[in-house]
């Protein structure tokens, strides 16, 4: 059974960092592009940042380029966010997304984990 | 960026209807074009993917339709665990963006 794991989520002051992690398990890791989705509280979904199986590729929502950036341990079997300069705007549940097809990003997600909330308030 | 724009944003239905929900893209994207269905608290779950091919595990009560940038999201006999928030996603080219979400209450 495939799984993700958020953590790393937490109310952090605006323009300060985090970094959010994302264990998985029960598929062969390395072999999947990955990827960030974000939902904002009661807004719809907003795609992120994505990664490619050896992290040849890398893409960012322009919202997040240059502040957010992500990266992942194979050998970990682990994905990552390192978020600088947070804003306020940047106030959401993380999900951690698993792209459906191996090898490339096909930008689309058949398994969510259940997400890790950041909140980012004085 | 390419923009998604779905109709309507929120749809009032009754159990047994038959129930479309249209995604439109700003420019084609071909058949690059997914649908999640969100419940409230929970993650969202991948129906849809390549505007038709159905998720395994999914009902097939669910269909998807169209390339270049009209596509529709049809729920044929509407059961009670079907309302929930549905959403398009392109995936034709980063950044993969969504629709705003359609509300099925």
């Known amino acids: 059974e495939v799984q993700l794991v958020e953590s790393g989520g937490a109310l952090v002051q605006p323009g300060r960092s985090l970094r959010l992690s994302c264990v998985a398990s029960?598929?062969?890791?390395?072999?999947?592009?990955m990827h960030w989705v974000r939902q904002a509280p009661g807004k719809g979904l907003e795609w992120i940042a994505g990664i490619t199986w050896k992290s040849g590729s890398i893409d960012y929502a322009d919202s997040v380029k240059g502040r957010f950036s992500i990266s992942r341990d194979n050998a970990k079997n682990s994905l990552f966010l390192q978020m600088n300069s947070l804003r306020s705007e940047d106030t959401a549940l993380y999900y951690c997304?698993?792209?459906?097809?191996?090898?490339?990003?096909?930008?689309?997600?058949?398994?969510w984990g259940q997400g890790t909330l950041v909140t980012v308030s004085s | 960026d390419i923009q998604m724009t779905q109709s309507p944003s929120s749809l009032s239905a009754s159990v047994g209807d038959r129930v479309t929900i249209t995604c439109r893209a700003s420019?084609?994207?071909?058949?690059?074009l997914n649908w999640y269905q969100q419940k409230p608290g929970k993650a969202p779950k991948l129906l849809i993917y390549s505007a038709s091919s159905v998720q395994r595990g999914v009902p097939s009560r669910f269909s998807g339709s169209g390339s270049g940038t009209e596509f529709t999201l049809i729920i044929t006999s509407l059961q009670p665990e079907d309302f929930a928030t549905y959403y398009c996603?392109?995936?034709?080219?980063?950044?993969?963006?969504f629709g705003q979400g359609t509300n099925l209450e």
């Open positions: 420019q084609s994207i071909n058949n690059y």
């Open positions: 996603q392109q995936s034709y080219s980063a950044p993969f963006t």
């Open positions: 997304v698993k792209d459906r097809s191996p090898s490339y990003s096909s930008g689309c997600g058949d398994h």
């Open positions: 029960g598929f062969s890791f390395g072999d999947y592009a």
